[in-house]
């Protein structure tokens, strides 16, 4: 019986592994499936270049590594992807030094790992992790291609263990130069299917018969591979944000082609949380015993090694004010209002001088909290550095816009998400629908704005991220990057920094109901 583990807090040193319970959450055995082989799973995605989050998953990682159960269990460390965010190489850096640190072996292809387009080939020498992905076609010029691999053999104690990994299916409405990577090709979810069905198959005949998949498709498409493919024993997940918390039926754990279980897992976004996941396989390769531990990063310190990593490479955190009272952080970061979102956008509006601003609920990645605030700490609530621009936009762009997101309610994963702003305010229905809207002007004075039949004359400086305005995302009438009145080399960090130093005394920060969500 294999012996389950926790990661959580304790007085020395701020972390520990201890027992959970004395038994694993999930059983399969019958008295013919005897626990062979234990493993434990150290998994994290999602991370997004967290800087802060992966300096405190490096400390969990170190207390793992240094557990030791009462029973013996192989240990594995895997990501299924997105731990990297955007075009900056040194925050990319980070993130790769990190999964290094920590002993990652391998990690999905997610599509931020797409971001960084031609300068990726400065860090792939840097990674000592392998890159997965068996559902994507790459011309040979390009510099992934000699890095990815469709899956491998990982021996740990003389148990074999095959890893195969899958990419985004939807790579190409996820990442922001869609144009540069038309080399390259991804399979849609029934290919995918045959592929990953290929790659096990192909582990199987060389004896491997414990295999995991790194998937970056996404928990709905994760649920669908798990039940159509024979041989899968674990998905360890990511792309879609799910929070997958212990072992429930038919919610993360299903039944495969042949009625063997399959186990997925997925630790929510931004490096909040990562897992440990424990197993026990029997003699052919089947899942006898699990459970799935998810924990907070916030309950351990930043790694001190880590953090002077960081420091040489971006510099110290400066700090540039004092943040009195702020909202907890959201339940639904996609789909509810913000009192962090707003000042993010008032920041934008003020600064720039703009008559409203908007930004995108999907871009942000963090939250203030009260106390001092350094430029590391901003420059984590939104690390994708998204260049700001000034736009004209009329007003049937703006509600087209409202339209657009008003659907995040109601779709699957809840995307999109919300736009955030300033100079304006708006209400939702629950069902999806824009009801109202209205401009407020710099000396608080509101216009209704007639939702069904908008001026597509009437048009208003806005201050907004170069993702949004390249119409990404859904939101094509926002799509006017090429018409920008001004275009900025820095991102919204520099506009909450300056914001922040001009005030004579500590911030409150609060949600004013600028956006509504009705039933």
């Given at each position: 019986m294999i012996m389950p583990v926790n990661l959580s807090k304790s007085n020395l040193l701020n972390i520990a592994i201890q027992k959970l319970q004395q038994t694993p959450t999930n059983k399969f055995q019958d008295n013919k499936r005897?626990?062979?082989?234990?493993?434990?799973?150290?998994?994290?995605?999602?991370y997004h270049g967290n800087i802060l989050?992966?300096?405190?998953?490096?400390?969990?990682?170190?207390?793992f590594d240094s557990f030791v159960p009462d029973l013996p269990a192989d240990k594995l460390k895997l990501s299924s992807g997105d731990i990297m965010l955007g075009e900056d190489e040194n925050s990319n850096t980070i993130a790769v030094t990190a999964q290094n640190i920590m002993g990652i072996t391998a990690s999905a292809m997610g599509n931020h790992e797409y971001d960084m387009t031609k300068d990726i080939v400065k860090l792939i020498p840097k990674m000592n992790y392998k890159l997965l992905a068996c559902n994507v076609t790459l011309n040979p010029e390009n510099p992934l291609s000699k890095k990815i691999e469709k899956s491998?053999?990982?021996?740990?104690n003389g148990n074999k263990y095959g890893i195969i990994g899958i990419t985004p299916i939807d790579l190409f409405s996820r990442i922001k130069y869609g144009e540069i990577f038309k080399e390259i090709k991804v399979d849609n979810i029934e290919n995918t299917i045959k592929d990953v069905q290929r790659e096990t198959d192909k582990l199987k005949s060389k004896g491997i018969n414990k295999i995991i998949l790194l998937s970056h498709?996404?928990?709905?498409?994760d649920k669908k591979i798990a039940v159509e493919t024979d041989g899968i024993d674990i998905i360890l997940g990511g792309h879609s944000h799910n929070l997958l918390e212990n072992i429930k039926n038919g919610e993360n754990l299903f039944t495969s082609k042949s009625g063997e279980p399959v186990v997925i897992t997925q630790a929510g976004r931004d490096g909040k949380?990562?897992?440990?996941?424990?197993?026990?396989?029997?003699?052919k390769g089947v899942l006898t015993t699990v459970q799935n531990n998810v924990e907070n990063t916030r309950k351990f310190k930043r790694n001190p090694i880590a953090r002077y990593m960081t420091e040489r490479i971006l510099g110290k955190a400066k700090v540039v004010g004092v943040i009195n009272s702020a909202p907890p952080p959201l339940t639904n970061d996609l789909t509810e209002p913000s009192g962090h979102a707003d000042f993010i956008t008032d920041c934008m509006r003020y600064e720039l001088g703009s008559d409203i601003a908007i930004f995108g609920a999907a871009t942000i990645r963090g939250y203030f909290e009260s106390g001092k605030i350094d430029t590391r700490s901003i420059?984590?609530?939104?690390?994708?550095?998204?260049?700001i621009a000034i736009i004209k936009y009329t007003q049937k762009d703006i509600i087209d816009a409202l339209k657009?997101?008003?659907?995040?309610?109601?779709?699957?994963?809840?995307?999109?998400g919300i736009l955030h702003v300033s100079g304006l305010k708006y209400t939702l229905s629950k069902n999806g629908e824009l009801k109202s809207a209205c401009i407020i002007d710099k000396n608080g004075v509101e216009t209704p704005i007639d939702i069904n039949n908008p001026d597509n004359t009437k048009t208003y400086r806005t201050a907004i991220i170069d993702y949004f305005a390249k119409g990404y995302d859904g939101f094509t009438s926002l799509n006017k990057y090429n018409e920008a009145e001004i275009i900025y080399d820095f991102d919204v960090s520099k506009c909450i920094e300056d914001y922040i130093k001009n005030q004579k005394g500590p911030i409150d920060i609060k949600d004013d109901g600028r956006i509504q969500i009705t039933d």
């Open positions: 005897k626990t062979a082989v234990n493993t434990s799973i150290f998994y994290i995605n999602d989050n992966l300096e405190r998953t490096i400390t969990a990682s170190n207390a491998y053999i990982q021996e740990v498709a996404g928990y709905e498409y949380n990562f897992g440990v996941l424990n197993a026990g396989f029997d003699l420059e984590s609530i939104s690390p994708f550095k998204n260049r657009v997101c008003a659907k995040s309610l109601t779709n699957p994963n809840n995307k999109p």
